[in-house]
């Protein structure tokens, strides 16, 4: 029965439910050949594989003939968007995956979320809801069915993702003769883990970037096409078959194993999938291929070893083997005996783990434990070296999380076996058909090995695992593979999970190890000594000796190399001399001729030879001897002689008289002898014969003993290479140790001294509360001394009000976390902080728990007078007048100050401290434009450093106003580094229209003062012109500028803040002022000189100056002249206002008498009537009169007061 | 040397009026005004016509633009003169008037304003 049959017999048991395929069933050849329907492509990318997905399908023609199969780590409540996503990248159609959808080349399918899809003749299934996320393995379990479905017209890509998800799917379709790549971690979209998972396991036929990988696939698909006619019904090559023997003989000779003995599809199977891997069309360019490059062979080796294989993989299978047989085997054991498994072929060593934490389990409850041995063999060093590691990725397929929990230690992405397991298992590279097997072995666990080789291999492979288990031994295997053939070794325990004991059949000999494993089909098992049963034998003959007749074994030498038992006495006498083996020598001197006869005669004939009855004279007395000589016959040539003895019973001895008187009866008698003769050398011979027989049964049994010692020295020699290699480690471990040791005794130094001066105290208890160390600032909580490490800390004595520690202790050990206390010390009033935390040792393991008591009494204090000193700060921040504020290196507000707040309209500091100022409030330069943040001079000053100044921009409020500002930043530096700046402004509105005001001020001095110059140019220009001589110029000047000063005393004195325009006075006041420096105004009633009369009037602006003008001549021509010129004349001013028109009049009387009008009009007349024409729009008239000069001025009111425009 | 040209002068300060008014007719020229304002300057526009004129920028009763365009449209040099400056918006207006800052001599203001109408 093949592997074929069985895997029709019992299919492999619905791992598939498990979301974990078993593919490594021989790779059956498909219903129906897929070829012609084009490849299918699974990828698969964890959550983010997004960006790759686009690369890859942006690279990818809508017309390559193969379908896309897309298996991504959704969230299960997740509506995916992936395939709109990709709509718009790919012309291909893209759909999200339904149940019984049919995959159809050039388009894209879409897992969808909370479902595991698996696919069938082309047909995709989906199940939903997916299993819970610890077993999800959503891209495992779809290239698993893949690999089944499409053999080598599948492909499978692992993308960018997290985890190991895809390793074992990608070693599936590479076992089943796919194509497998992974995107190549330099790649820019990649997420290391999953492509690195799968690249590690060596199986992932190239590492590409994600967008070289549609050309590859394209290539690929191209040459798959191209060798299609070559191929046949069952996808094999026909063309390959014939160079298998070439190509298998270099393989031997360069690997040292051969595979000639596997089964022809999976060799050729094998081949072909190299082949398409490197684009060769012919298995003769392959041989050309491996010939030029032999390293090609080593990538065939391994393609060749392929397996999938994982932890617990066939879970009811291994849980039977826990019940049928570990835990039986675990009971029977006692502490001295050992347990013996040998796991061949166990690959990267998950088998034989699987089998240690079942062993492990099973002895949990077992005192003493009795020994393990699991001998893990395989043929790949690297798949050993990697065993030997015990290191696999997380998460592990097959494992539930208690067990990965218990046995395996994470370091990083990947977990470790335990130790403890580690060490049951014995890994070496060894091999099952090659190598002589391991010996008293309780069970031999091959799990999917037979299924790779032919029957003739299998049959040699039974009987190597028959001889290699003690009696009652098991043997497992896997679940498509059968003892059918060895029923004769293997009774069937539990058919379904293939267990199976072995039979105590006799007979069955240990395959030859001796010859060099490629003769060993050839050689016929029947040529080749039996193995006989020592012990049975060995009593059989025990108990046949007092049948067998006395005999000796001689070899061709006649030395004796046997002798039978005690009954050959009688035929023996020692010689004289040194002891001999010499047959003739010690054989007693009446038998030596005829024994002489008959082995000359056995030895010429190389036939048995009996001489009956042969008369001897022995101890005297005549008797019949039977000789009988049997030759071993080996390689055709009678190398040794069994001679045997039988007594014939005594014999008449011949008288004298009868041979002297008849010589007839002499004959008779000399016949007679001569007959005695012949039947003694006929029982010599077959005496010999007997001998010679139980020479060979001995022989067998020291054969038997040697094969036993040779497969005991194997099994030492893989132990001693195990050794070696754990010696190399051990060496390595002890330098490594002492380098530790010697750190471990800085730092125990280090510690020490830590704990001498470390003012923090800190007691360590472990879980029972027992003091384990502690430092010396403790002892003035605990009066603790250095004799009480390991008491209790219950028993010491506390000063510590603190009743619940036994309670926080358990709380801390039970739930792993921090708890903190404030307690105080019974009457020191100190305080502290305890915290307790959970001592975990380097491994992680929790043993105790650490106390550490911070004292916080001075801490208290300090925080005391910090919040007050910051209280002040705070206040006196808050009471300057110029706002304040801090901002980091990034432009954030640290600080503000309440006049900041007010300034600029916020209402709290939540408002602004936090965010970034300068997008909060902003300011403008001088020239009203809004700064960038990287040209802000106070952003500046945050991140260079550099002081600034500025007075000339504006801030903007909350509310978008602005104010006009002045600020400084200087840098914050705390310990040399810049921390960010400080930021001091004030408001400048008021200073502002302070200086406007000033501005405006002065340019109105300017103007008076430049309209002064040019009044007196004027003035001295005019009287220039009248003058006779200086003095009188002088005089007149004079006079004039002290009209002109007095009228600008009075203007002043009503108002100092006007402009020229707005000067005004009263015209009553402005003519008393301008009278009183020519006569004495004080004088009043009948004295007084003048008098000055008439409505409210105001002068204003400019006409101040003509009126003042006007008055001053007319009083200076009254000073020369008229009223004034003497002592008792006097003026009367008098004015009214009608029609808006000032009607003024100034009468002399009591003057020196006037003849009448002057012959020339004076200067001073002449000036004061243009001044009144031209500057009051007016007129003025002189009426000379006797009495005295009377001078009309009438004037427009609108000219003397005019309303400022 | 003025020949009986007409000067317009609108000076609201009566010294420095009659300074220029006596200067202009020493000059043998007609004074026109002097008016101390505005209104009264285009008064006397309206009566008479001017063949120049020396204006003062800041009369009494505001803006002399009007005035200043009158004159341009009959084609009579001015010569400004003022305390503090031509204003910004009159300099950028008329920019080739000539302004004189005060205190000027009369005289050599009415040397400016003969120059003037001999080069028209």
Redesign the interface.
């Given at each position: 029965m093949s592997a074929q049959d069985n895997i029709n017999a019992s299919p492999p048991n619905g791992a598939l439910q498990h979301g974990l395929g078993d593919s490594a069933d021989e790779p059956a050849p498909l219903a129906e050949p897929a070829t012609d329907q084009g490849i299918i492509v699974g990828i698969g990318a964890s959550a983010g594989g997004l960006e790759a997905y686009r690369s890859f399908f942006s690279c990818m023609p809508a017309d390559s003939g193969m379908a896309f199969v897309l298996v991504q780590h959704l969230a299960p409540d997740h509506k995916s968007m992936l395939a709109e996503l990709l709509g718009k990248v790919t012309t291909m159609k893209v759909v999200e995956a339904a149940d019984g959808m049919a995959v159809k080349s050039n388009s894209v399918f879409v897992i969808p979320p909370d479902a595991t899809m698996t696919i069938q003749n082309r047909r995709l299934k989906v199940d939903r809801p997916a299993p819970p996320r610890e077993l999800r393995r959503p891209i495992d379990s779809f290239l698993q069915s893949l690999a089944e479905d499409q053999g080598e017209c599948a492909i499978s890509i692992i993308l960018s993702g997290t985890g190991s998800d895809g390793t074992l799917g990608l070693t599936a379709i590479k076992e089943h003769g796919g194509f497998t790549l992974a995107q190549a971690e330099y790649d820019s979209h990649a997420m290391p883990g999953m492509p690195q998972s799968a690249a590690s396991t060596g199986q992932v036929d190239d590492v590409l970037a994600v967008e070289a990988m549609p050309a590859r696939l394209i290539a690929y698909s191209k040459h798959m096409s191209g060798v299609a006619g070559s191929k046949g019904g069952d996808g094999m090559r026909h063309d390959a078959a014939s160079h298998l023997a070439t190509i298998m003989g270099a393989l031997r000779a360069r690997s040292g194993h051969d595979f000639s003995h596997y089964k022809e599809k999976t060799l050729v199977r094998r081949l072909q999938r190299r082949m398409q891997v490197l684009e060769i069309e012919t298995p003769a360019a392959y041989i050309e291929r491996f010939r030029a490059q032999p390293e090609e062979l080593d990538l065939l080796f391994r393609e060749l070893l392929i397996g999938v294989t994982h932890f617990f993989r066939d879970p009811a299978s291994f849980e039977a083997l826990d019940e049928l047989v570990l835990k039986g085997l675990v009971a029977d054991k006692g502490a001295d005996d050992e347990i013996r498994i040998w796991v061949p072929g166990c690959a990267s060593g998950q088998e034989a783990f699987t089998i240690a934490i079942l062993l492990r389990e099973a002895m949990d409850r077992r005192r003493p434990k009795p020994k393990v041995q699991i001998f893990a063999t395989d043929i790949d060093e690297r798949a050993i070296a990697i065993a030997r590691q015990g290191r696999y990725r997380r998460p592990i397929a097959g494992l539930s999380p208690e067990r990965a929990e218990r046995w395996f230690a994470k370091e990083g992405n990947d977990c470790c076996v335990i130790p403890e397991i580690r060490e049951m298992c014995i890994f070496s590279t060894h091999s099952v058909i090659k190598h002589p097997p391991f010996s008293r072995l309780d069970l031999v666990s091959c799990r999917n090995l037979l299924i790779y080789i032919d029957a003739p291999l299998q049959d040699r492979v039974m009987k190597s695992f028959h001889y290699a288990l003690k009696p009652g031994g098991r043997l497992f295997l896997g679940s498509s593979e059968s003892v059918t053939r060895s029923t004769r070794l293997f009774s069937v325990v539990d058919k379904k999970h293939r267990i199976f004991a072995r039979r105590e059949t006799d007979g069955i000999a240990l395959p030859d190890f001796s010859v060099a494993g490629g003769e060993v089909g050839s050689s016929a098992p029947a040529a080749q000594p039996e193995l006989i049963d020592n012990r049975i034998e060995k009593s059989a003959r025990r108990l046949m000796e007092q049948h067998y007749p006395p005999h000796v074994v001689v070899d061709a030498r006649h030395q004796i190399v046997r002798f039978s038992g005690g009954a050959i006495g009688p035929y023996l006498e020692p010689a004289a001399g040194a002891p001999s083996f010499a047959l003739f020598d010690i054989l007693r001197r009446p038998l030596r001729s005829p024994v002489r006869v008959a082995l000359q005669e056995a030895q010429s004939k190389s036939a048995s030879v009996r001489h009956e009855a042969v008369p001897v004279r022995l101890d005297k007395r005549l008797r019949l001897v039977t000789i009988i000589v049997e030759p071993m016959i080996e390689n055709g040539k009678a190398s040794y002689f069994v001679l045997a003895f039988q007594d014939a019973g005594p014999g008449a001895a011949p008288t004298s008289e009868s041979v002297g008187t008849h010589s007839a009866a002499i004959v008779q008698s000399l016949e007679h002898e001569l007959r005695t003769t012949r039947t003694q050398l006929q029982s010599t011979i077959d005496e010999l014969e007997v001998a010679n027989e139980e020479m060979k049964s001995s022989n067998e049994e020291y054969q038997s003993v040697n094969e036993e010692f040779q497969s005991s020295n194997e099994e030492l020699e893989t132990a001693k290479e195990e050794m070696q290699s754990i010696n190399e480690e051990i060496q390595t471990v002890n330098a490594e140790m002492a380098s530790k040791n010697e750190q471990l005794t800085i730092v125990n130094s280090d510690l020490k001294n830590l704990l001498e001066s470390a003012e923090v105290a800190t007691l360590f208890l472990d879980e029972h509360l027992r003091v384990r160390n502690f430092t010396r600032g403790l002892t003035d909580i605990f009066h603790l001394r250095d004799t009480d490490v390991g008491r209790p800390i219950t028993e010491i004595v506390s000063l510590l009000e603190y009743s619940e520690l036994k309670r926080d202790v358990a709380t801390v050990l039970r739930d792993l976390i921090m708890i903190e206390r404030q307690v105080t010390l019974k009457d020191a009033g100190m305080s502290f902080i305890l915290r307790l935390r959970p001592y975990r040792t380097i491994d992680n393991v929790i043993d105790g728990v650490v106390l550490t008591f911070l004292d916080i009494t001075s801490r208290e204090a300090i925080d005391a007078a910090l919040r007050e000193t910051q209280d002040y700060l705070r206040l006196l921040i808050d009471t300057v007048a110029d706002a304040v504020y801090c901002v980091d290196t990034e432009g954030k507000t640290t600080l503000c100050n309440a006049a900041f707040l007010k300034m600029l309209g916020f209402a709290d500091h939540a408002d602004v401290v936090g965010l970034n100022l300068h997008s909060t409030i902003n300011h403008s330069r001088a020239d009203g434009t809004p700064y960038p943040e990287d040209d802000c001079p106070i952003c500046r000053t945050a991140k260079t450093g550099e002081s600034c100044h500025r007075d000339d921009e504006t801030f903007f409020r909350f509310d978008g106003s602005r104010i006009p500002v002045e600020y400084w930043t200087r840098p914050i530096i705390y310990e040399g580094e810049l921390k960010g700046a400080v930021c001091t402004f004030m408001d400048i509105t008021e200073r502002r229209k302070f200086d406007e005001q000033q501005g405006l001020l002065l340019k109105e001095m300017d103007h008076r003062v430049n309209n002064l110059f040019a009044v007196m140019n004027g003035v001295v220009s005019l009287s220039a012109t009248s003058a006779p001589t200086v003095k009188d110029l002088a005089k007149a000047i004079l006079g004039r500028l002290e009209a002109l000063a007095n009228a600008h005393r009075l203007v002043r004195a009503n108002d100092s803040g006007a402009t020229i325009a707005q000067q005004k006075t009263k015209l009553s006041e402005l003519i008393s002022t301008i009278l009183a420096s020519h006569v004495d105004m004080a004088k009043s009633g009948a004295d007084a000189r003048a008098k000055i009369e008439g409505p409210d009037v105001e002068v204003a602006g400019a006409s101040i100056t003509t009126v003042a003008l006007v008055i001053h001549e007319l009083a200076t021509n009254a000073a020369k002249y008229g009223a004034f010129s003497n002592a008792k004349g006097r003026v009367d001013v008098l004015w009214f206002v009608e029609n808006g028109i000032l009607e003024l009049s100034w009468t002399e009387r009591g003057g020196p008498a006037i003849a009448g009008p002057p012959e020339r009009e004076g200067f001073g007349s002449k000036l004061a009537r243009t001044s009144v024409s031209g500057q009051l729009d007016g007129k003025l008239t002189f009426d000379w009169k006797p009495e005295g000069l009377t001078v009309r001025v009438s004037a427009p009111m609108e000219r003397l007061a005019p309303s400022p425009v | 040397m003025l020949n009986k040209a007409a000067i317009l002068i609108a000076e609201?300060?009566?010294?420095?009026?009659?300074?220029?008014?006596?200067?202009v007719e020493d000059a043998g020229g007609i004074v026109i005004?002097?008016?101390?304002?505005v209104g009264?300057a285009l008064a006397q526009l309206d009566k008479h016509s001017a063949d120049a004129a020396i204006l003062d920028v800041?009369l009494?009763?505001?803006?002399i633009t009007q005035l200043v365009e009158k004159l341009l449209a009959l084609g009579a040099p001015i010569i400004f003169?003022t305390?503090?400056g031509l204003p910004p918006k009159m300099a950028a207006r008329f920019p080739g008037l000539p302004v004189h800052?005060?205190?000027?001599?009369?005289e050599f203001l009415v040397e400016q304003i003969g120059e003037m109408l001999r080069a028209k």
């Open positions: - | 609201d300060e009566a010294y420095i009026a009659l300074a220029l008014q006596w200067a005004g002097p008016a101390a304002t009264q800041n009494g009763d505001g803006d003169q305390g503090v800052i005060k205190p000027c001599v009369p």
